[in-house]
């Protein structure tokens, strides 16, 4: 069984900067591909990172330029280094993982204030 915990969110000013990070229970975590997610309230969740097993990265295009997302396969940590942050980036950012079926972390709240 898989567990995924998510730590790193907070309040910030916009222009400011965090890194979140998502920590596995198991090994397997370092062969897959895992994803960065993220919910805004009244609105639909939507991806906003990937990275496969090797490194290679995509991003949605609102974030391209301002966030990195990165691996520690020998730690089971995955990461999100969010720079130049905005109000509209505020939501519930939440770590994401397929082995079989679908898993997914509780969740850590960013806020960024105008």
């Known amino acids: 069984q898989v567990q995924l915990v998510e730590s790193g969110g907070g309040l910030v000013q916009a222009g400011g900067s965090l890194r979140l990070s998502c920590a596995a229970s198991?090994?397997?975590?370092?062969?897959?591909?895992m994803a960065w997610y993220r919910q805004a309230p009244g609105k639909q969740r939507e991806m906003v990172a990937t990275?496969?097993?090797?490194?290679?990265?995509n991003y949605q295009d609102s974030v391209k330029g301002r966030f990195t997302i990165s691996r520690d396969n020998a730690k089971n940590t995955m990461y999100l280094q969010m720079n130049s942050l905005k109000p509209e980036d505020t939501a519930v950012y939440y770590c994401?993982?397929?082995?079989?079926?679908?898993?997914w972390g509780q969740g850590t709240q960013v806020t960024v204030s105008s």
């Open positions: 994401y993982v397929k082995i079989w079926s679908d898993y």
């Open positions: 198991g090994s397997i975590f370092s062969i897959k591909p």
């Open positions: 990275i496969t097993a090797g490194g290679s990265t």
